[in-house]
Each structure stands twice: as C-alpha cells, then as structure tokens.
C-alpha cells in the first residue's frame, strides 16, 4: 500500500492507545515509512464522513460580480 500524502512505503505498526474507554490497548495500523502518517481505519472513516464538498470556479480567478459592496462614510473624497 502507498501513503496518501506522500506515495511512500505503508508497513504494519502497532499503537499504544492510552486514552481509550477500555483503558490502555493495542491497536494495528499502517504507518508510513517517509512522513510518519498513520492511516487507521476508524479515523479514515471519520475523516471522510466530515470531508465538505468544495467548489472550484473553472478560471482559478475569484468572482466578485455577486458581492455586495458598502462603501462608508470614510470612502468619500472631499
């Protein structure tokens, strides 16, 4: 398996979990050998049922035409 952020080399680790309900356990999950990302299955599904589709507009450039603009008393020039 590949890690997600940089594409390097997964190996099977194991983790002392300390805060769980249970008390201290072990847990199983792949870690990557180049930036130390751990990818675990429960935090995984986790992360994908919180991911917000985002919106990208085709140019790259923002549109402004729908803001609302309110110019103030300090915008006049006398």
């Known amino acids: 398996m590949n890690c997600?952020?940089?594409r390097g080399l997964m190996i099977e680790d194991r983790f002392?979990?300390?805060e769980s309900s249970y008390g201290q356990m072990w847990a199983t999950s792949l870690r990557c050998v180049n930036c130390g990302h751990?990818?675990?299955s429960v935090t995984e599904q986790h992360r994908l049922s919180r991911q917000e589709k985002v919106v990208a507009l085709p140019s790259g450039?923002?549109?402004y035409q729908d803001d609302e603009?309110?110019?103030g008393v300090e915008s006049i020039i006398r």
Request: net charge negative; aromatic share 0%.
């Open 38 to 40: 751990v990818h675990d």
């Open 61 to 63: 450039e923002p549109d």
């Open 16 to 18: 002392l979990d300390m």
């Open 69 to 71: 603009v309110h110019l």
């Open 4 to 6: 997600s952020r940089c």
